[in-house]
């Protein structure tokens, strides 16, 4: 059974699309509530107006990104206390300052929607990744959360029949 499952069958086509002008503040509070809701993957594709795919931006790089601006800020520097002040006003300056292509990861893994499941597992443990995007003639169809493969891994060893790998 495992050896039939294909990047397509995996993939969520719920996507949250983000353009390359955002704001990093509105992309992160989409990242957020997203995240929040516990529906999809909490990483968005980056896609110019003609839906061409450019990139992603995770909530784990825009948090690392605001988690910069606040040590570069100082915030960090003037006792074991937090500067509260110095970090809401860097996160506010940066984050309301940048764009999302400013910031967006354009080196993300893409498979092919035909790609076999051994396939897309041999190119995540190639990239240490954690996301990758199905594309399929430059648009992104959907995008891959390694969960999702150990997802169908588990309810493929805990079926009653399960499938040799």
């Known amino acids: 059974m495992l050896d039939l499952v294909r990047a397509w069958d995996l993939a969520q086509e719920e996507l949250l699309v983000f353009a390359p002008e955002d704001t990093l503040a509105s992309a992160v509070k989409q990242l957020l509530r997203r995240l929040e809701a516990g529906r999809g993957t909490p990483c968005g594709i980056v896609q110019d107006s003609n839906g061409r795919f450019l990139g992603t931006l995770s909530t784990h790089r825009a948090l690392r990104i605001i988690g910069q601006a606040i040590q570069k800020a100082g915030a960090f520097e003037t006792s074991p206390q937090v500067d509260m002040d110095k970090a809401v006003h860097a996160v506010c300056h940066m984050a309301g300052g940048y764009t999302v292509a400013e910031h967006m990861y354009t080196k993300s893994l893409q498979v092919p929607p035909s790609m076999p499941l051994h396939e897309i597992l041999r190119r995540f443990a190639d990239s ?20 999702d493969i150990f997802r169908t891994f588990a309810q493929e060893m805990l079926s009653d029949k399960p499938t040799a790998i």
């Open 128 to 147: 240490m990744g954690h996301f990758a995007v199905v594309v399929e003639a430059g648009k992104a169809l959907g995008i891959l959360d390694l969960d």
